[in-house]
């Protein structure tokens, strides 16, 4: 049997695959990443305990939701650039892209991501230079206008700068871990956000290959997708989140419980995607036998049959062709195609006998279309995620102002270094580990590497997957309410030591209190004083 395209077959020369030096390249991708990881974490931390100490307390909500909008905007511009280097074959300038027979919506099409890697480094260069412009102290908000007030505060800076030298800082660290360790509040709130972190990881990692799997989407438009629904409705919750606390001076329990309910009523939302689904791709050999009738995934593939059992085809290939009867095929080499017309993805196979059609059976490269039933509940999924994409940015200022004032001031900027550090260990290393060995569970077929070793996997059992996507962050999301309800009856009962603070009102209290008291130190001293020149004249 005649065959007009070149088929991706297993390497059977050993010398081959010894050849092949691996290339080191993520070596320099890592460290590159570790240096800018050092570089940019303490700018959070620190950045919002400065304006939470130093802000009034009713516009750090505000200012806090301003920065958090600031970092989402990042984000949504690294995915629209990212959906541009994804639509570029990774090899573009080196080979030429007009004989390619694969498509950005094929699984085996790598984009340019190297490319995104220039510009974001080139944008951090640039970036980084205006921090070499910022001044030893920034005024403090509502004590501009009081110069004495501003010398003594810098006096006393400078003498606890000066402490600092003489004593480090190891001298404070235990005594401030000592004291959020005993902090209820302070760490069931790390817990909650451990947990959180957990299912938000893992819905934000893999969401594009959800909607890749699910919606039969490419690669570079499911990033444009969640970069267009999911980050401007982020941005405006937090924006908005800061201004109600703002306008409306909310308190800490009040925070909580906004907090609490806004996201109880998101979690809700969530149970409706399951409900926004789309069937599996009918790939003959894989999950449909040859005369179009499903079969099970998991009694064996039956990838050859009488119409293609001459044609010597390797049973590990993916190329994938549709078929005009409706279905896929792993091959064309499977389908019984005999002949072809056409170059690169314009190629159409003729005389496929495995093709059971009426007239002329053809097939084209590529998986079929999933259909407008599909589309419709992409945009059906898309909306719900935008709400609640919303709704969650909208309960997270709230939230994060109970972080803050649980804590004493001094204890803030460790306080938040600390949170940011678990989030970072427990719950963004280990998701997309654990969540990606459970999406590979349930590959239906995996690709095939040069010298025959198991590539990266080509199609998913659609709804499994959705179950483990959708389920497993529901199941970690629903267990993070039982600590919130701790905190909520904790908050009842108790005060937390930054609860009503105004770190900028509490500064002038105190300047004035050590006025008054010099005032009347110096009146008590002038009173003995002329006590003692009347004792004299007498």
């Known amino acids: 049997m005649e065959n007009g395209t070149q088929m991706l077959r297993p390497t059977q020369d050993p010398s081959e695959c010894t050849e092949e030096v ?27 305990s400065y304006i939470e100490d130093f802000a009034k307390s009713e516009n750090s909500p505000l200012y806090i939701g301003l920065i958090e909008t600031g970092a989402i905007i990042g984000p949504l511009i690294g995915l629209l650039l990212a ?15 007009d004989d390619l027979t694969i498509t950005p919506t094929d699984t085996r099409w790598v984009g340019a991501w190297w490319f995104g890697f220039l510009i974001c480094a080139g944008v951090n260069v640039l970036t980084a230079i205006p921090f070499f412009f910022l001044p030893k102290t920034l005024p403090k908000e509502g004590l501009e206008t009081n110069a004495d007030i501003i010398k003594n505060e810098n006096e006393d800076k ?17 005594p401030f871990m000592k004291s959020l360790s005993c902090n209820p509040v302070y760490m069931l709130f790390i817990l909650i956000s451990v947990i959180q972190f957990n299912a938000f990881v893992s819905i934000m990692s893999f969401m594009p290959k959800y909607i890749e799997q699910q919606y039969g989407k490419s690669s570079s438009d499911a990033i444009f997708l969640i970069g267009i629904y999911n980050l401007p409705p982020i941005c405006i919750g937090y924006i908005i989140g800061g201004l109600i606390m703002k306008k409306f001076k909310i308190t800490v329990k009040q925070a909580a419980h906004i907090g ?24 003959v050999g894989i999950n449909t036998s040859y005369e179009g009738t499903p079969q099970d995934l998991y009694m064996g593939n039956n990838i050859f049959a009488n119409c293609n059992v001459d044609c010597n085809c390797p049973s ?46 053809s097939a084209v490269l590529g998986l079929c279309d999933k259909g407008p039933d599909c589309s419709l509940m992409l945009q059906y999924f898309l909306i719900l995620s935008t709400m609640s994409s919303f709704i969650y940015s909208l309960a997270a ?46 590959c239906l077929h995996w690709g095939t590497l040069k010298c025959g070793e198991s590539g990266a996997c080509r199609i998913y059992d659609s709804t499994t997957f959705r179950y483990i996507y959708l389920g497993l962050p529901a199941a970690l999301r629903g267990s993070s309410f039982v600590p919130a309800l701790i905190i ?47 004792k004299t004249k007498l």
């Open 83 to 97: 959906s541009f280097c994804a639509n570029v074959y990774v090899d573009t300038g080196s080979v030429n892209t």
């Open 22 to 48: 691996k290339s080191l390249m993520w070596v320099y991708v890592l460290v590159g990443n570790i240096v800018r990881g050092m570089g940019e974490t303490p700018i959070l931390p620190l950045g919002i």
């Open 316 to 361: 590990k290939i993916w190329d994938p062709v549709c078929g005009n009867n409706g279905l896929s095929y792993l091959s064309a080499c499977l389908a019984g195609c005999e002949t072809s017309i056409g170059m690169g993805i314009n190629m159409v196979f003729q005389n496929c006998s495995c093709i059971q059609t009426s007239g002329n059976s």
């Open 260 to 283: 609490f309910w806004l996201s109880l009523l998101e979690y809700l939302l969530l149970f409706l995607s399951f409900l926004v689904t789309c069937e599996n791709s009918s790939v």
């Open 488 to 534: 909520l009856i904790l908050l009842r009962k108790c005060r937390l030591p930054g609860e009503n603070a105004s770190p900028g009102t509490e500064l002038i209290e105190t300047k004035v209190k050590e006025k008054k008291n010099e005032c009347k130190d110096m009146y008590q001293k002038s009173t003995v004083l002329n006590d003692d020149e009347l």
């Open 158 to 174: 400078q003498r606890e700068e000066d402490k600092k030298e003489k004593y480090g800082i190891a001298k404070d660290f235990l």
């Open 397 to 442: 200022i709230p939230g994060y102002m109970v972080l803050l004032r649980c804590m004493k001031s001094e204890e803030k900027s460790l306080g938040v270094g600390l949170h940011t550090f678990c989030t970072r260990v427990f719950a963004g290393i280990p998701a997309p580990i654990y969540f990606g060995a459970l999406m590979d569970s349930t």
